[in-house]
């Protein structure tokens, strides 16, 4: 089955909505199972945007842009 990775990140938001209106009520593994989850969106959705920053000389991705590469160093003008 073909889901938009868009329609899956609204599902995934409404799913830690719900976890953070019961956050009191959540055990601690659950917990640690949300913070995963809000990780896991936020990457998701920065990825999907077009704000990403790639180093030339590595290949590293920066989600904002650095002034130099913390992989090989390359100062990025
Ligand atoms: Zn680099």
Known sequence: MLV???LL????KTAIKYKIDGIDKLTEEDFDAL???MKRLRRTLLEESK???KCS???NVYYSKPKF???CGLELA
């Open 4 to 6: 938009k990775s868009g």
């Open 9 to 12: 990140a609204d599902v995934t």
């Open 35 to 37: 913070i995963i989850m």
């Open 51 to 53: 704000n990403l920053y």
């Open 57 to 59: 000389r590595c290949g």
């Open 69 to 71: 590469c913390s992989n």
